[in-house]
């Protein structure tokens, strides 16, 4: 349990370091743009 909370810490910890210092790029944005791409090149359905 020790060894988790220490592992996920020291993860918070190092992200908040690079969010903050270095242009990490917004994944949730980037999974937005991709699925708007997506639904642009589906073909309508064909009666």
Known sequence: ???F????TLGNVVGMYLAQNYQVP???KKVED????????K???SD
């Open 1 to 3: 349990m020790l060894q």
């Open 5 to 8: 909370l220490l592992g996920f």
């Open 26 to 28: 917004d994944i949730a």
């Open 34 to 41: 991709f699925k708007k791409d997506l639904e642009a090149k």
């Open 43 to 45: 073909k309508p359905p």
